[in-house]
């Protein structure tokens, strides 16, 4: 696609449910990243995925967060047994890997608001 | 007006004049850099990048400016203008790892 889309735009859900979260990264865009914004607060880095090596999953805040890229391309991020601190914008990006070393430049999707009620 | 990076998340200027944004970088190794800006309701979008190897880049007004002794960064925005109001995010990248600042409010006063 055009752009980076991000599914649901909102998400309410109870204390204690389960949520998916889903991005679909502009095609042939080999990294993709997931970040976590919480009201008013910067991005906190959550996961990294590149091309088919193992993801980084150094920025996921417990157990409760995993994530998936099926294909190279659409990802999942699941949140388990939800908090309220869980509550934030999730927002997805992907790029190309350039062919010198360092370029990087992000197309970030719109984001997934969740609120955990 | 000024800013401070991470130690003042909020800058306020009045339009027309000149802002400059800063931001410290952690990682010596990191050999890129980006400005992106974030509108309510949005994601970051780019606005411009700079590499390790330089230390000035300038785009439609907008100038980075990269001190690698100090690791520290600016983006200075010339006569700004109501719509430049936004969180401004810089990033650092190290072997396709891009990791970003907490980010400075900038409000555009008429």
């Known amino acids: 696609g055009a752009g980076v889309s991000q599914s649901p735009s909102n998400k309410v859900t109870e204390k204690g449910k389960d949520v998916e979260l889903r991005c679909d990264p502009i095609?042939?865009?080999?990294?993709l990243y997931w970040y976590r914004q919480s009201l008013g607060q910067g991005l906190e880095f959550l996961i990294y995925?590149?091309?088919?090596?193992?993801?980084?999953k150094s920025g996921l805040p417990s157990d409760r967060f995993s994530a998936e890229r099926t294909g190279g391309s659409v990802s999942t991020l699941t949140i388990q047994r939800t908090q309220q601190e869980d509550s934030a914008v999730y927002l997805c990006?992907?790029?190309?890997?350039?062919?010198?070393?360092?370029?990087?430049?992000?197309?970030f999707g719109a984001g997934s608001r969740l609120t955990v009620l | 007006g000024e800013s401070v990076g991470l130690h003042l998340p909020t800058l306020s200027v009045q339009e027309g004049d000149n802002s400059i944004i800063n931001c410290a970088y952690s990682?010596?190794?990191?050999?890129?850099f980006i400005w992106y800006k974030q509108e309510s309701g949005k994601g970051p979008q780019f606005i411009i990048d700079?590499?390790?190897?330089?230390d000035k880049r300038q785009g439609q007004r907008v100038t980075v400016l990269l001190n690698k002794t100090v690791k520290h960064l600016s983006l200075q925005i010339a006569a700004t203008q109501p719509g430049d109001s936004a969180v401004y995010f810089c990033?650092?990248?190290?072997?396709?790892?891009?990791?970003f600042g907490a980010g400075t409010r900038l409000t555009v006063k008429p």
């Open positions: 990006a992907s790029s190309w890997t350039a062919h010198y070393s360092g370029a990087n430049v992000l197309t």
């Open positions: 095609s042939g865009h080999t990294a």
């Open positions: 995925f590149q091309g088919n090596s193992a993801p980084d």
């Open positions: 990682n010596s190794a990191s050999d890129y």
């Open positions: 700079i590499r390790s190897n330089m």
């Open positions: 990033a650092e990248n190290r072997n396709n790892d891009m990791r």
